[in-house]
């Protein structure tokens, strides 16, 4: 009576092959796919910036972008008060959330 418990039915490795297969897929589309389209929309906000647009940096620094270099922005955060910021420093959720509101 113990053998016929303890034996399974031989399904091979296709049931696991295939479980895992299914794992890989949830873990693209549930986690990579979403991330690579985040960083595309970052890079297409990055490349779009102009002068005079009105941006937020990742500190929740306010500004008006006054220059903008391959690398870098210049923001206007009070009358004569310019700083220099590397432009992966601009938040586009926090920018588009500005912009909204305004």
């Known amino acids: 009576m113990n053998n016929i418990l303890l034996q ?10 295939l479980m895992f297969g299914a794992i890989i ?21 990055r490349e779009e ?9 990742i500190g929740g620094l306010h500004g008006k972008l006054i220059a903008i ?7 206007e955060v009070d009358k004569g008060v310019r700083l220099v910021f590397d432009k992966t420093a601009v938040s586009m959720e926090a920018t588009m959330r500005v912009q909204k509101v305004s």
């Open 69 to 75: 270099d391959d690398e870098t922005i210049t923001l």
């Open 25 to 45: 897929l949830v873990f693209y589309f549930f986690m990579i796919r979403p991330q690579q389209k985040k960083v595309r929309d970052q890079k297409k906000f």
């Open 8 to 17: 399974t039915p031989d399904g091979g490795m296709l049931p696991q092959l």
């Open 49 to 57: 910036l102009t002068k005079g647009m009105s941006v937020v940096t």
